[in-house]
C-alpha cells in the first residue's frame, strides 16, 4: 500500500455502537422523533452482522469444522463497516499524489448555525463545500495565478460527539497556470494569508445563507423557529458575519499522506469508533475522548444511552449526500489529465496504470494479517462455503449463539 496507514486491528471491540442502538433504541424511538434517514441507519447499525441480514457457513476440507459469517450492513454510518472501503480510497488518493508540498485546511462554521443545520442539512453542507471550495479557488487565482487542487472531507462531530460542523481540506501547494504552461509553487512552508482566507470564507458563506432565505429554501422549525422572523434572521446573520471565524491551514509534519489516512477513517463511518467505548451500563454510556482545547487530553465521558443516541444521530447525513468532494486540479472531470500535465511540467513519473482491485478477503488479509480462508480451528484446511444462509429479519437477539447454531446446520 501507498499510504502510511498501519495494519488495522483485529481485535474485537468489547462494547459495540448497536449494543446502545439494541437496548435503547426502540426506547428512544418511542419518545423521541427519528426521521427516515436516522430509523434506516439504527436499523443498519442493530443487524449488521447478525443472521437479520443473512450469510454463509464455510467447511474445513481437512477437518470438517464449520463457520457461519454473517453479512454486513455496508452502511456508511456502521462503525464496524467501511475497513476495505477505506483501504481502496486511501490507496488511490496516495497514488495521485503530487512531489510539492500539500496543506491541512480546516474550515469551522459559527456554532450559532448548528440549530439551522439541523432542520436543514442538504442545503447547509452544500453551502459550506461550496463557499469553502470557491474561497481556496479564487485564492488559488489571486495569489499562485492558477488552479488548485482541493480534495474535501465535510466532518460534523467533535471528540464528545456534539456537534462541530467543519470542512477538511488538502489543498495542493501550488498551482497549474491558467494556460497549463508552468506549474507556480507557493512559497515553501506557506499557502495563504489565514486571517484574510477565514474572512473571505465566513462573508461568502453568510452571504450565500441570506441568499438561501431570500429564496425560500430554508426550513425553520424547532431549536430555529424563531428564525422565521426575517428581522431575527438577519440579526443572526450579522452577529456571525461579524465574528472572527476559525479556520487553520498548516503543511502537514508528516506529509499529506498522513491527513490522507486520517480522513480516510471516515470514508465510510462517523463520529465514533466501537473500540472508544468502555461500558455500556445501566442506562449510561462511557467512552474515550480527547479534548483538544486542553492540549488533546484524554479523557472519559458518561453520557446517558438516550443522549449518546441523541448525540450520534446528529451526525446522519441527508440519503445520497455526498461527504468527500474534489475541485479544481482533483476534479473527477478532469483529474488524469490535468494530473498527468502537473506531473510532466513537475517532473515526476507518471502514475501506473490502475490494475484490477484485489478481493476482499486479499485486502483483509493485507491490513489485519487475517488469512479467512485458512481454517481457524486446524490452521491446515481451506474454508469453502458450503451454503448461504437466507436474512431472518425478525429474529434480532443481542448475540448470537453461534456454536448452537453451527450444531444445528450440522443436524447434532
Known amino acids: 500500500m501507498t499510504g502510511t496507514s498501519a495494519p488495522a486491528s483485529s481485535?474485537?471491540?468489547?462494547?459495540?455502537?448497536?449494543?446502545?442502538?439494541?437496548?435503547?433504541?426502540?426506547?428512544?424511538?418511542?419518545?423521541?422523533?427519528?426521521?427516515?434517514?436516522?430509523?434506516?441507519?439504527?436499523?443498519?447499525?442493530?443487524?449488521?452482522?447478525?443472521?437479520?441480514?443473512?450469510g454463509h457457513v464455510d467447511e474445513c476440507d481437512a477437518c470438517g469444522a464449520l463457520r457461519i459469517s454473517y453479512n454486513s450492513c455496508r452502511n456508511?454510518?456502521?462503525?464496524?463497516?467501511?475497513?476495505?472501503?477505506?483501504?481502496?480510497?486511501?490507496?488511490?488518493?496516495?497514488?495521485?499524489?503530487?512531489?510539492?508540498?500539500?496543506?491541512?485546511?480546516?474550515?469551522?462554521?459559527?456554532?450559532?448555525?448548528?440549530?439551522?443545520?439541523?432542520?436543514?442539512?442538504?442545503?447547509?453542507?452544500?453551502?459550506?463545500?461550496?463557499?469553502?471550495?470557491a474561497t481556496l479557488r479564487a485564492f488559488g487565482d489571486q495569489y499562485l495565478g492558477g488552479e488548485v487542487g482541493v480534495l474535501t472531507v465535510l466532518h460534523t462531530w467533535g471528540q464528545d460527539l456534539g456537534q462541530h460542523i467543519h470542512l477538511h481540506c488538502?489543498?495542493?501547494?501550488?498551482?497549474?497556470a491558467r494556460d497549463g504552461s508552468r506549474w507556480r509553487s507557493c512559497p515553501r512552508g506557506f499557502l495563504f494569508p489565514v486571517i484574510p482566507l477565514a474572512a473571505a470564507f465566513r462573508d461568502r458563506f453568510c452571504q450565500g445563507l441570506a441568499?438561501?432565505?431570500?429564496?425560500?429554501?430554508?426550513?425553520?422549525?424547532?431549536?430555529?423557529?424563531d428564525l422565521a422572523e426575517p428581522a431575527r434572521f438577519t440579526q443572526l446573520v450579522a452577529e456571525m458575519q461579524a465574528k472572527a471565524w476559525e479556520v487553520y491551514a498548516k503543511r502537514p509534519l508528516n506529509g499529506p499522506e498522513q491527513v490522507l489516512d486520517y480522513?480516510?477513517?471516515?470514508?465510510?463511518?462517523?463520529?465514533?469508533?466501537?473500540?472508544?467505548?468502555?461500558?455500556?451500563?445501566?442506562?449510561?454510556?462511557?467512552?474515550?475522548?480527547?479534548?483538544?482545547?486542553?492540549?488533546?487530553?484524554?479523557?472519559?465521558?458518561?453520557?446517558?444511552?438516550?443522549?449518546?443516541?441523541?448525540?450520534?444521530?446528529?451526525?446522519?447525513?441527508?440519503?445520497?449526500?455526498v461527504r468527500i468532494r474534489y475541485y479544481g486540479l482533483l476534479h473527477y472531470?478532469?483529474?488524469?489529465?490535468?494530473?498527468?500535465?502537473?506531473?510532466?511540467?513537475?517532473?515526476?513519473?507518471?502514475?501506473?496504470?490502475?490494475?484490477?482491485?484485489?478481493?476482499?478477503?486479499?485486502?483483509?488479509?493485507?491490513?489485519?494479517?487475517v488469512d479467512l480462508s485458512r481454517c481457524p480451528l486446524c490452521q491446515v484446511g481451506r474454508m469453502i462455503q458450503q451454503t448461504e444462509l437466507s436474512p431472518m429479519?425478525?429474529?434480532?437477539?443481542?448475540?448470537?449463539?453461534?456454536?448452537?447454531?453451527?450444531?444445528?446446520?450440522?443436524g447434532n
Not at 490535468?338 to 490494475?355: H, I, N
Open 263 to 321: 480522513l480516510g477513517r471516515y470514508v465510510q463511518r462517523v463520529a465514533i469508533s466501537n473500540h472508544r467505548l468502555l461500558a455500556i451500563d445501566a442506562g449510561q454510556v462511557r467512552f474515550r475522548w480527547r479534548d483538544y482545547r486542553h492540549g488533546s487530553l484524554p479523557k472519559e465521558m458518561a453520557l446517558s444511552a438516550e443522549e449518546f443516541i441523541r448525540r450520534f444521530l446528529l451526525h446522519v447525513l441527508p440519503r445520497g449526500f
Open 11 to 54: 481485535s474485537t471491540p468489547r462494547y459495540e455502537v448497536a449494543e446502545v442502538f439494541r437496548q435503547y433504541g426502540d426506547a428512544y424511538r418511542s419518545h423521541y422523533p427519528v426521521s427516515h434517514e436516522q430509523r434506516a441507519v439504527m436499523r443498519a447499525i442493530e443487524d449488521c452482522r447478525t443472521a437479520a441480514l443473512g
Open 211 to 225: 441568499a438561501l432565505a431570500q429564496a425560500r429554501r430554508l426550513v425553520f422549525a424547532g431549536a430555529c423557529a
Open 170 to 176: 488538502i489543498v495542493t501547494g501550488g498551482a497549474l
Open 333 to 369: 472531470r478532469q483529474r488524469a489529465a490535468k494530473l498527468r500535465r502537473c506531473r510532466e511540467l513537475l517532473g515526476a513519473p507518471a502514475v501506473p496504470t490502475s490494475v484490477e482491485a484485489p478481493s476482499a478477503a486479499t485486502q483483509l488479509l493485507q491490513l489485519t494479517g
Open 393 to 410: 429479519r425478525g429474529l434480532r437477539p443481542m448475540r448470537w449463539n453461534l456454536p448452537a447454531a453451527i450444531g444445528a446446520y450440522a
Open 76 to 133: 456508511r454510518h456502521c462503525p464496524k463497516c467501511g475497513a476495505l472501503a477505506k483501504a481502496a480510497w486511501l490507496e488511490r488518493r496516495c497514488a495521485e499524489l503530487l512531489p510539492i508540498e500539500y496543506y491541512h485546511v480546516v474550515f469551522t462554521t459559527d456554532h450559532a448555525i448548528n440549530p439551522l443545520a439541523r432542520c436543514n442539512p442538504r442545503t447547509v453542507y452544500e453551502l459550506l463545500f461550496q463557499s469553502a471550495a
